[in-house]
């Protein structure tokens, strides 16, 4: 399944596995609704519009072969100010503590995501 950016320059994908299931799909769907929406939100305003360049950010990490982690420390709220976006009044459950990690590589314009931590 791919996830749509808008007019990001990159199109974000999950893998696939040979049974045709989405290991970090399934993930993020099991994620409590303040975790899936920073997660989410920090896909499109940030991985979606840098690709690999996240990796010159505190969002993400070079691990070697064409490796790469995407990591979300803040909620969506945090993220959404931080991209210039008007905060929209996130309730105190969306500031709780967040550490997600997603395994990437990229191709071209795409950004695939493999495994989670």
């Known amino acids: 399944m791919s996830v749509p950016t808008g007019d990001e320059p ?20 099991s994620l409590d609704s303040a975790r899936r929406r920073a997660i989410g939100v920090a896909m499109h305003e940030i991985l979606g519009k840098m690709g690999i360049e996240v990796c010159g950010t505190e969002f993400g990490k070079h691990l070697g072969q064409g490796l790469f982690e995407f990591r ?29 990690r997603v395994y990437c590589h990229a191709h071209a314009n795409r950004v695939i995501l493999h495994r989670w931590l």
């Open 10 to 29: 990159f199109h974000l994908e999950f893998y696939k596995d040979e049974g045709g299931d989405e290991p970090v799909l399934d993930w993020l769907r």
């Open 72 to 100: 979300v420390r803040q909620s969506a709220d945090q993220i959404l100010t931080r991209a210039g976006h008007a905060r929209k009044g996130g309730s105190a459950s969306d500031e709780k503590n967040i550490l997600l």
